[in-house]
């Protein structure tokens, strides 16, 4: 994999991971404000901001994807994956004040791994 194609990869899994959090805090603001006004969330959703550019974030992050399928092996790409669960993990628990606890991060940990070992024990095309 070139310097390139790992870039735009990683700038896909970036994307789908902020499209993801928006998305939920969205969701979230959602809910809130459907309880207080008494309208529809799927109404309030719909007319989100939060929701309507996480929505558009992660349509980008797609294309980015297709981008990196058309130049990395599957089986080497989609591992990348997991980078987006450490983001995801980090940024939910920072950002939208979820809590977390240790198995949650040891589980983490053995995903990482797990990308490592695929990574650096994938055969060359």
Same mark, same amino acid.
């Given at each position: ?12 899994? /970036? ?46 992050? /797609? ?63």
């Amino acid at each position: 994999m070139n310097l390139a194609s790992f870039g735009i990869l990683l700038v896909a899994v /970036a994307l789908a991971a902020t499209g993801q959090l928006m998305l939920k805090n969205g969701m979230n603001l959602a809910k809130t404000n459907s309880a207080e006004s008494g309208r529809s969330m799927i109404l309030v959703a719909a007319t989100s901001p939060w929701i309507l550019g996480g929505l558009v974030i992660f349509g980008v992050s /797609a294309v980015a994807w297709l981008v990196t399928l058309s130049r990395v092996p599957l089986s080497v790409a989609y591992p990348f994956n997991a980078v987006g669960f450490v983001a995801i993990l980090v940024a939910s628990s920072i950002i939208l004040g979820e809590r977390t606890n240790l198995w949650t991060w040891a589980g983490t940990l053995l995903v990482v791994s797990g990308l490592i070992v695929v990574v650096t024990t994938a055969p060359s095309h």
